[in-house]
């Protein structure tokens, strides 16, 4: 059988279990075309709860009664697909669920992973994955840090920044990272390498990031919006660039997705919205260097992994109370 989690109905605010029914169902093979996917890991990332809400967006909504679309890792059980195996580890569009039945092609392709390094499987979701290539094209194609500018990252103690900031520093950037409370703000600068730390959640932040770029900002590598968004924007030098990558504090629907023009056109901005879905023919370039980045100890990386396919709902809420650090994965099924 084939235990799937199903999309009940839109939340409201933070998921609940309720708005999802626990289904089993057979477990199915595959057809024509088709692998026969065992899912070892899900990747949890803020684009899941977007997924579930009717609004527009990069992908069709999550239809009510559908299992919940997710990214994720697996192990290939049966075939029917030119250059995929039984036994190849594979990454892709597997769903909260314990066997998926996929298709090469679409956003998110079923792409295989190297079983043959030292790296744990789940470092392909993260700083190996789709976290570390959108840090790496995000930082280094679009914000393009330059050695002695400064470069903000938002999110900073999540997957997407904490690798963002770290690529910052290679170029030779000052790295600031905003996170939420002391302890993260003391592994952003202890562990990830940043020169300093805002925490957003202590009273004189505002006070706080003024003193951390004291040359103005040059970079930001922005995540979350909101008010954090646009202090970092009243501080912004002449001509910066801004990767939009994220804007988190609004996909549970309270946060804002609004900027501030006046700061844009004053400091004339370069603002450039981007979504990795668009770097498919790029994604192994980056993995290589990635990869290789973390092999030699260059790149840190944290994960945070939590048990079971039926906590997918609870951990993505962890999104929203910051409960993560660096990538958040759940594991369905032990390692083949
Ligand atoms: N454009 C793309 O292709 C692309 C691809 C991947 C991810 N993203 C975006 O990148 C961002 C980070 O994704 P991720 O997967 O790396 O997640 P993540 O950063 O590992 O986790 C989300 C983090 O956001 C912070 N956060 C949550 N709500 C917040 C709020 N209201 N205000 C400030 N901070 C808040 C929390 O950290 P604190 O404890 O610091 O609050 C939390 O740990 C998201 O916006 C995501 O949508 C974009």
């Given at each position: 059988?084939?235990?799937?989690l199903?999309l ?36 949890i ?8 809400a ?9 239809g ?24 190849d ?15 090469p ?6 792409t ?6 030292s790296?744990?499987?789940h470092?392909f ?5 789709p ?15 330059q ?13 997407v920044?904490s690798?963002?900031g ?16 002391p302890e993260?703000c003391?592994?952003l ?15 004189d ?10 040359k ?46 006046g700061?844009l ?8 919205g ?15 260097d990635?990869?290789r ?36 994965v759940?594991?369905?099924?032990e390692?083949?």
């Open positions: 059988m084939n235990v799937q199903r009940k109905r839109r939340p409201t605010g933070r998921v609940s279990a309720d708005d999802f029914d626990r289904v089993e169902a057979p477990r199915g093979g595959a057809g024509a075309g088709e692998v026969l996917v065992r899912v070892l890991y899900l990747s990332d803020p684009t899941n709860r977007v997924w579930m009717d609004v527009p967006q990069y992908m069709p909504p999550v009510i009664g559908d299992v919940m679309r997710g990214a994720g890792l697996g192990e290939v059980v049966e075939s029917n697909v030119p250059g995929f195996s039984a036994g580890l594979v990454f892709g569009l597997v769903g909260w669920q314990q066997f998926a039945v996929m298709k092609g679409g956003p998110f392709p079923l295989k992973v190297p079983r043959n390094t790296l744990p499987p470092t979701l993260g700083v190996c994955g976290s570390g290539v959108t840090a790496y094209y995000g930082m280094l194609d679009i914000c393009k840090p050695a002695g500018e400064t470069a903000v990252v938002t999110g900073a103690a999540g997957s920044g690798i963002a770290q690529l910052a520093k290679f170029q030779g950037a000052r790295a600031v990272g905003i996170a939420g409370g993260k003391r592994v600068v202890e562990e990830f390498g940043y020169d300093a730390a805002v925490d957003y959640k202590a009273q932040w505002r006070q706080q990031l003024k003193a951390a770029v004291p103005g900002v040059d970079v930001l590598f922005e995540n979350v919006g909101g008010p954090i968004m646009h202090a970092v924007f009243g501080r912004m030098n002449v001509g910066g660039r801004i990767a939009l990558c994220g804007l988190i504090n609004a996909y549970n629907g309270e946060g804002t997705t609004q900027g501030d023009f700061a056109l004053g400091r004339r901005l370069h603002v450039h981007f979504n990795i879905i668009d770097y498919e023919k790029r994604w192994a370039a980056a993995t290589a990635l990869v980045w973390v092999l030699e100890g260059k790149l840190r990386r944290r994960d945070t992994i939590v048990e079971g396919l039926e906590r997918a709902p609870d951990a993505l809420n962890m999104l929203f109370d910051g409960a993560n650090v660096g990538k958040l759940v594991r369905v099924a390692n083949a």
